[in-house]
């Protein structure tokens, strides 16, 4: 027997839409769990990052130096519109992804998995990944998983957060992909991926 599990449309849209999963968030409160977002380019602070509304795996993101480089990219004035946006570049080397099963809105299991890169500034997947020092867990941060939670109050399936931790310790995400990511299929444990499959059947 086949198990599908499918969130609402406009659910979907509102997480995996990067410029609607922004104002998501503050019509929740929680905007501090994402990177600090700039309405204009002569008010962003630089380096900042320049992502596409719309994109997967990195397309259309890029690291910005300067007004004018904004202006001169393909977004140019069009970068704080509905396609386009300015937001904080959070450094660091060690990145994050978890990945979730979700019905109606309710945690049914979650799998972090740590990346760690050889550069503080960059924008995946141009950077260079420390491969033997990628780990994954089953033991997430309650608090973590709460802030995830928070965000899906209606959805049903899989989903991936991508994120780094301030220094506080709290996440920062960058976007939420409403489908399985590379790092569940690719990079846990086969075990850990069978058990995850499986809580479909609870």
Same mark, same amino acid.
Not at 25 to 45: I, K, W
Not at 128 to 146: F, G, L, Y
Not at 174 to 185: H, P, Q, S
């Given at each position: 027997? /086949?198990?599908?599990?499918?969130?609402?449309?406009?659910?979907?849209?509102?997480?995996?839409?990067?410029?609607?999963? #922004?104002?998501?968030?503050? !019509?929740?409160?929680?905007?501090?769990?994402?990177?600090?977002?700039?309405?204009?380019?002569?008010?962003?602070?630089? %380096? /900042?990052?320049?992502?596409?509304?719309?994109?997967?795996?990195?397309?259309?993101?890029? &690291?910005?130096?300067?007004?004018?480089?904004?202006?001169?990219?393909?977004?140019?004035?069009?970068?704080?519109?509905?396609?386009?946006?300015?937001?904080?570049?959070?450094?660091?080397?060690?990145?994050?992804?978890?990945?979730?099963? /979700?019905?109606?809105?309710?945690? @049914?299991?979650?799998?972090?998995?740590?990346?760690?890169?050889?550069?503080?500034?960059?924008?995946?997947?141009?950077?260079?990944?420390?491969?033997?020092? #990628?780990?994954?867990?089953?033991? &997430? &941060?309650?608090?973590?998983?709460?802030?995830? !939670?928070?965000?899906?109050?209606?959805?049903?399936?899989?989903?991936?957060?991508?994120?780094?931790? #301030?220094?506080?310790?709290? %996440?920062?995400?960058?976007?939420?992909?409403? #489908?399985?990511?590379?790092?569940?299929? /690719?990079?846990?444990?086969?075990?850990? @991926?069978?058990?995850?499959?499986?809580?479909?059947?609870?």
């Amino acid at each position: 027997m /086949c198990q599908v599990l499918t969130a609402p449309e406009h659910v979907v849209q509102q997480l995996s839409n990067k410029a609607r999963f #922004r104002e998501f968030a503050e !019509a929740r409160g929680l905007l501090a769990f994402l990177p600090t977002h700039y309405t204009s380019a002569d008010a962003a602070v630089y %380096p /900042c990052v320049l992502k596409a509304a719309e994109g997967a795996y990195g397309q259309g993101t890029s &690291i910005v130096q300067s007004k004018a480089a904004v202006l001169a990219s393909s977004a140019g004035a069009a970068a704080t519109g509905n396609e386009w946006l300015l937001q904080e570049l959070v450094r660091g080397k060690l990145e994050y992804a978890t990945s979730l099963l /979700c019905r109606d809105g309710t945690l @049914l299991d979650a799998i972090t998995t740590r990346y760690e890169y050889a550069a503080d500034e960059y924008v995946w997947p141009d950077v260079k990944e420390i491969r033997t020092r #990628r780990t994954s867990s089953r033991d &997430i &941060i309650q608090s973590h998983k709460a802030v995830m !939670a928070s965000f899906l109050d209606g959805y049903d399936g899989f989903c991936n957060f991508n994120y780094k931790l #301030r220094e506080d310790g709290t %996440p920062c995400i960058f976007e939420v992909n409403t #489908r399985i990511g590379a790092d569940l299929a /690719c990079d846990v444990p086969a075990s850990w @991926l069978r058990a995850f499959f499986q809580k479909l059947d609870t």
